[in-house]
């Protein structure tokens, strides 16, 4: 599953989509992490979300448990891939 995000002002950031923008790609990234509970991109897209303090679930310790967690999957997947 890919989850696309697209602005549409070049000088636009993730502060300035609206709260439904913020809600969809976080019931998406959750979607994912439903099938893949270890998948270390959507688990830091997620945490970066509820760390954008204009989102309407803004928390920047729920935001640290999941990049936290993103860098548990990454440092795992490394290690399992690097071995022959």
Not at 13 to 34: C, G, I, M, W
Not at 57 to 67: A, K
Not at 75 to 81: I, L, T
């Amino acid at each position: 599953m890919q989850v696309l995000l697209t602005l549409s002002c070049s000088d636009a950031t993730l502060t300035d989509f609206p709260s439904a923008q913020f809600n969809a790609a976080k019931e998406s990234y959750e979607r994912v992490l439903q099938e893949n509970p270890a998948h270390a991109k959507v688990l830091q897209q997620l945490g970066g979300l509820y760390h954008r303090s204009r989102a309407p679930f803004y928390n920047p310790e729920i935001s640290v448990q999941i990049l936290t967690k993103s860098l548990e999957s990454g440092v795992s997947h490394r290690a399992v891939s690097s071995h022959p």
